[in-house]
T-cell receptor, first 111, second 113 residues
Framework: QKEVEQNSGPLSVPEGAIASLNCTYS??????FFWYRQYSGKSPELIMS????GDKEDGRFTAQLNKASQYVSLLIRDSQPSDSATYLC???????????FGTGTRLQVTL | EPEVTQTPSHQVTQMGQEVILRCVPI?????FYWYRQILGQKVEFLVS????????KSEIFDDQFSVERPDGSNFTLKIRSTKLEDSAMYFC???????????FGPGTRLLVL
């Protein structure tokens, strides 16, 4: 059974701080990695995709991938109250088309 | 910006009834998916569809479920005889390339009474 693990939180950070979200995955053959944001009652919205080891930056968001450690993370700089949501880590392995999701980490950005 | 659309947004049905959930994927996408999310739980894969056939399905996707692309734009999920445990949010997703980004629709909230 391929697993994606996340700390469910809540992770509470003050406005303007850096939020660090982490995810580990069990399938060493995984090829594609995604961070989605999900507001309560809404659908997953893509934040970042990452396919190779290292960092990938997009605005206030940085995704980091370490395939040797089977670890992917998301940093959110200058956190805003509107960033308060559940962040879902999703992994696609090298053979299947499906995404395997973690349970998500609930982020709370406090004023 | 193109987006995935789904109808209806909410569906209430009696146990044992058939329901059809409808999706319009992004127009130039080739890969189509259904996921579901039971309240408070993780998003779970149901089925993927490519080139007019199922490419993969999960254990959840049993004989009660079927998918169809009846025309060039719609993608449907049918549940033949709904059970209480089918109550969930059902998301359609589409992607242009295999193993790359999947874009999700707003979902259909299904409640089986």
């Amino acid at each position: 059974q391929k697993e994606v693990e996340q700390n469910s939180g809540p992770l509470s950070v003050p406005e303007g701080a850096i939020a660090s979200l982490n995810c580990t995955y069990s399938d060493r053959g995984s090829q594609s990695f995604f961070w989605y944001r999900q507001y309560s009652g809404k659908s997953p919205e893509l934040i970042m995709s990452i396919y190779s080891n290292g960092d990938k930056e997009d605005g206030r968001f940085t995704a980091q991938l370490n395939k040797a450690s089977q670890y992917v993370s998301l940093l959110i700089r200058d956190s805003q109250p509107s960033d308060s949501a559940t962040y879902l880590c999703a992994v696609n392995d090298g053979t299947a088309s499906k995404l395997t999701f973690g349970t998500g980490t609930r982020l709370q950005v406090t004023l | 910006e193109p987006e995935v659309t789904q109808t209806p947004s909410h569906q209430v049905t009696q146990m044992g009834q058939e329901v059809i959930l409808r999706c319009v994927p992004i127009s130039n996408h080739l890969y189509f998916y259904w996921y579901r999310q039971i309240l408070g739980q993780k998003v779970e894969f149901l089925v993927s569809f490519y080139n007019n056939e199922i490419s993969e399905k999960s254990e959840i996707f049993d004989d009660q479920f079927s998918v169809e692309r009846p025309d060039g734009s719609n993608f449907t999920l049918k549940i033949r005889s709904t059970k209480l445990e089918d109550s969930a949010m059902y998301f359609c997703a589409s992607g242009a390339f295999l193993q790359e980004t999947q874009y999700f629709g707003p979902g259909t909230r299904l409640l089986v009474l």
